[in-house]
C-alpha cells in the first residue's frame, strides 16, 4: 500500500515536472522561435532530398518554375519530384515569415 | 545543368558561412555570381538569391536566437522601419537617378569601415555603462539587452543608444534592400555597432534575424510570379544550410574586434564597388 502510494506520488511529481518544463520552454520565446526556425530547415531539406530521390527513381523531369500554392496539393498527391521541391522551397520561406 | 547546380551549390555555402558570420544575407556575393558567372535571368536570380538569404538567415538565426545573441526587441522595432524603407525603395528607384544613391551609400559605407576599423571593441566598451540616463524611448521598448561572450566568457549587459538613428538608418536599408533585392544587412551591423552602440556579436546576430523577415516578404511574390527555380533554389537552400552550420560555430567562438576586422574589409570592398558603379566603371558589379 506504501509502494502504491509513493509510486502516485512520483508519478504525480514527474507530471508537475513536465508541465513545468512545457511552461517554461514555451514562456522562453527564444527557444520557441529556436524550434519553429530549425524545424523548418530540417523539414524543407528533407522534402527537397525527398523530391530529388523521386526525380532519381521516377525519371520525372525536374521543375524549372514555381507552382502557385493553389496546385501544389495535386503534384504532391501525383508524387512528382515538383511537387516536393516546390514544398521544400515553400516551408523555407514560409517558416522565416512564421518566426 | 548538373555542373550549373553544384557550382551553385559551393557558392550558396559560401554565402551562408560569410552571410551568418558577418550579419548579412549573402544576396549581395549571390547575384552577381549567378548572373554573370551562371549566366542565370536577372529575375530569376533575385528570387533563387532571396531563398538564399531566407535560408541562410533562418540556419543562422535559430542558433543565434537560442544562444540569447539575437535582440528580438531590438529587430522587431527596427524591422518596421526596414519594411516602410523596403516599400518606399520601390518609389525612391523612380525619383532619384540610381547614380545619386549608389555614390551616397559607396561613402557611407566607407565611412563605416573606417570608423569600425578606429574604433576597437574592447570587454569594457561592451559593458553597461550606468552613469548616463537611459533614452526614454529605449527605456520604453526595453530594447537594452544582455549577452554571453564564448570570447571571454563574460555575461555583458549592453544599452542601446541613439534608437531614433538606428531607425532612420534601417529604413535606408530597407530601401536599398528593395531596389536590390539583398537583405541590407551591410547597412544593419554598422548601424546598430557604431550608431546604436550593440556589441558586434549581437548587431550580427540581430541582422542575421531581421533579414530572413524582410527577405520572407518578398520572396513569396516572387514565388507566385513562377519566377523560383525550384532546382536552383533546393541547391542553394542545401548550400547556405551547411554554411551557417559552420559560420554560426566560427562567430560564437571568435573575438568580436575580429569579426568587426573582416566586416570593415567586407564594406570597404562594397563602397568601393558601390562607387565605382556610381562613377560607371568596371560595368557595374553589384
Not at chain 1, 33 to 57: C, D, E, N, T, W
Not at chain 2, 66 to 88: C, K, P, Q, S
Not at chain 2, 128 to 139: F, Q, S, T
Request: no cysteine.
Amino acid at each position: 500500500m506504501i509502494t502504491a502510494r509513493a509510486g502516485l506520488r512520483l508519478v504525480q511529481h514527474r507530471i508537475a515536472a513536465l508541465r513545468r518544463a512545457v511552461l517554461t520552454e514555451v514562456e522562453d520565446l527564444n527557444r520557441l522561435i529556436y524550434h519553429i526556425l530549425r524545424g523548418g530547415v530540417i523539414v524543407s531539406v528533407a522534402f527537397l532530398l525527398f523530391g530529388f530521390i523521386l526525380a532519381g527513381v521516377t525519371g520525372h523531369p525536374l521543375p524549372d518554375k514555381s507552382i502557385p500554392p493553389r496546385l501544389l496539393g495535386a503534384e504532391l498527391i501525383g508524387f512528382t519530384p515538383a511537387g516536393y521541391l516546390n514544398l521544400g522551397v515553400l516551408v523555407r520561406s514560409e517558416t522565416a515569415r512564421t518566426s | 545543368m548538373v555542373e550549373v547546380l553544384l557550382l551553385l551549390a559551393v557558392a550558396a555555402f559560401l554565402a551562408g558561412l560569410a552571410g551568418s558570420y558577418l550579419g548579412i544575407g549573402g544576396g549581395i556575393f549571390l547575384i552577381p555570381f549567378m548572373t554573370l558567372a551562371l549566366q542565370i535571368d536577372i529575375k530569376v536570380a533575385i528570387a533563387t538569391s532571396l531563398i538564399g538569404v531566407i535560408a541562410t538567415s533562418s540556419g543562422a538565426a535559430s542558433v543565434y536566437v537560442r544562444d540569447h545573441l539575437t535582440n528580438l526587441r531590438l529587430a522587431m522595432f527596427l524591422e518596421v522601419a526596414t519594411t516602410l524603407g523596403a516599400i518606399a525603395g520601390a518609389v525612391v528607384g523612380i525619383l532619384v537617378p540610381n547614380v545619386y544613391l549608389f555614390l551616397t551609400f559607396g561613402v557611407v559605407v566607407l565611412y563605416a569601415a573606417a570608423s569600425m576599423v578606429r574604433v576597437a571593441e574592447t570587454a569594457k566598451d561592451r559593458a553597461y555603462r550606468g552613469g548616463d540616463e537611459e533614452r526614454p524611448l529605449v527605456k520604453r521598448l526595453n530594447l537594452s539587452s544582455v549577452y554571453f561572450d564564448q570570447e571571454d566568457q563574460g555575461v555583458y549587459r549592453y544599452r542601446v543608444e541613439r534608437p531614433g538613428a538606428g531607425f532612420g538608418v534601417s529604413a535606408a536599408a530597407g530601401v536599398f534592400s528593395g531596389l536590390l533585392g539583398v537583405g541590407g544587412g551591410f547597412i544593419k551591423v554598422p548601424a546598430m555597432n557604431i550608431l546604436m552602440r550593440v556589441p558586434m556579436k549581437a548587431a550580427v546576430a540581430t541582422s542575421n534575424f531581421m533579414i530572413g523577415v524582410t527577405a520572407a516578404a518578398s520572396a513569396f511574390i516572387y514565388y507566385s510570379q513562377g519566377l523560383v527555380n525550384p532546382q536552383l533554389a533546393a541547391m542553394v537552400i542545401v548550400g547556405a544550410f551547411t554554411g551557417t552550420n559552420l559560420g554560426t560555430r566560427l562567430l560564437v567562438r571568435s573575438k568580436a574586434a575580429n569579426v568587426r576586422f573582416l566586416f570593415s574589409i567586407f564594406l570597404a570592398g562594397l563602397g568601393i564597388a558601390m562607387a565605382a558603379r556610381a562613377l560607371g566603371l568596371f560595368g557595374g558589379v553589384l
